[in-house]
């Protein structure tokens, strides 16, 4: 039986950066990577709220409470 090789870069866990191996404790994630990698993360859930709150907009209810959010500023 053969094992695998080692790969010579993994992704980091929190912002998805490619970090050579034995190089991992060094690493510092760049705060606009990580946001980025986060949003990739959720985009379905992004989307999918963002078509229900489309939806609730254009509802009866939802045009009643942008019309009175809009009254009360």
Known sequence: MHALPQPHY???SECGASIASGQAEFHVCDPERRLDFLLVQVRDEREQFEA???AYLES???RFESWYATLRR
């Open 52 to 54: 229900q709150f489309t």
């Open 60 to 62: 009866p209810r939802g």
């Open 10 to 12: 993994m992704p980091c």
